[in-house]
């Protein structure tokens, strides 16, 4: 089942065109992986897909929901899409658990509840021992995983990745992917941007953009190729 | 790659035959280097004939045994405690087509980077699925890792490729 699909989706900026025409789906289950060097258009894409911007024309729909009609684009993210970004984000001065609750407090769910789905997510990801230290007293390692607990609290079935691994080192990044891969297998869709092939690798699907526009893919037949 | 080398190690373990040598051998680089038998049976002859290992008679299935001398103890030592020096390694066909494409000027270089690009990117997803499904231990895992930075550094190369040629028509 398609989790997020993109048709004919075009961003401009005055005569800019940060993205031209990219089709592109994410099903439940599949780990897309989206390469290419910088101003290539991975992040406009990213925030697109996740609602965080809307596309000049061509739709983008979230579980059968075109975004276009959808007015309340805040709750939609927290409901459905999870991120984990290069700069985490995390707030320094909330516990591991409570930067994990925040977005679930913002839905209105009881904090007693908030803090249960929260360690379940802390858990899932091997960190629910450090649940009540603050990022500061965290390493890098469990600050990323701090991040992806977020990103998947209260079932969230895209999860959008920029560069999540950030300044890891491989072997810790590879986890970060097993990580997400893991949440792939169980359900989720996941769409992942980075400019390193090796996490890259761990996708079952690798689309390279350039210039805005799909150059190539790993997919047979390929998608949107022109 | 010294496949004498790594025969060796497994013959410092203890006596064993050809057919035997070749399973270890599979077993302990993750199958990533298939070794035929012929290959295994002229090793170990060029071996004999340069005293780093011995016929010691056949096993009950009278298949030949082979045993590490001192000689061929002292090498394998050598061999662990020397790098492998980078005018070893063979040649790059990529590198030399690329070159070639380039120095041609008639031929579409973007199309052989992208072409190469999408194809090693394939054989890294499907080398990462390999090392998700490894159960097998820590050096298969490890030469798989060894493959998988080895197609990360390809790709890598190719965006700069891409990036230098695209500057240059500019």
Redesign the interface.
């Known amino acids: 089942m398609s989790v997020l699909r993109l048709d004919e989706v075009t961003r401009a900026h005055g005569q800019v065109h940060a993205l031209r025409g990219v089709s592109l789906e994410v099903s439940s289950g599949e780990l897309v992986a989206v390469m290419g ?1 910088s101003g290539s258009g991975k992040s406009t894409l990213l925030n697109l897909a996740g609602g965080l911007d809307r596309p000049t024309s061509g739709s983008v729909t979230i579980e059968g929901t075109d975004l276009a009609g959808v007015t309340d684009l805040a709750a939609l993210r927290r409901g459905s899409v999870g991120y984990v970004f290069q700069d985490l984000n995390l707030i320094p001065s909330l516990t591991a658990a409570e930067n994990v609750m925040l977005p679930r407090e913002l839905d209105g769910v009881r904090s007693r509840q908030a803090r249960e789905e929260a360690l379940a997510a802390l858990a899932s990801v091997g960190v629910d021992h450090v649940a009540d230290r603050f990022p500061g007293e965290l390493s890098g390692g469990q600050r990323q995983r701090v991040a992806i607990a977020r990103a998947l609290v209260g079932e969230r079935r895209l999860v959008l990745a920029d560069e999540p691994t950030g300044a890891l080192d491989t072997a810790s990044g590879d986890e970060i992917l ?1 990580l997400l ?1 893991e949440r792939c297998d169980e359900g989720a869709a996941v769409l992942l941007v980075t400019h ?3 996490y ?5 699907r ?1 689309v ?1 953009l350039r210039d805005g526009e799909i ?4 997919a047979v037949p390929l998608e949107s190729a022109r | 790659m010294s496949i004498r080398h790594g025969l060796l190690a497994l013959l410092s373990r203890g006596p064993r035959y050809g057919y035997q040598l070749r399973v270890e051998f599979e077993a302990s680089t993750g199958a990533t280097w298939p070794l035929n038998i012929g290959q295994v049976y002229t090793t170990l002859a060029r071996m004999e004939r340069d005293g780093l290992v011995e016929p010691g008679g056949a096993d009950e299935q009278g298949r030949a045994v082979y045993t590490v001398t001192e000689a061929g103890r002292a090498e394998l030592e050598r061999w662990f405690s020397t790098p492998v020096d980078q005018t070893d390694r063979p040649r790059d066909e990529l590198v030399i087509k690329l070159a070639m494409a380039v120095a041609a000027g008639d031929v579409d270089v973007s199309a052989v980077i992208l072409a190469q690009r999408t194809a090693t990117m394939r054989a890294l997803l499907e080398l990462t699925k390999a090392k998700r499904a490894n159960t097998d231990g820590l050096a298969q895992r490890l030469v798989l890792d060894s493959l998988i930075f080895q197609a990360e550094a390809e790709q890598r190369w190719l965006d700069h490729c891409e990036a230098v040629l695209k500057e240059k028509n500019t």
């Not at chain 1, 890259?200 to 079952?204: I, Q």
């Not at chain 1, 150059?215 to 790993?218: F, G, K, L, Q």
């Open positions: 060097p097993r891969r390193e092939p090796r890259a690798g761990w996708a079952d690798v390279f150059a190539d893919s790993t």
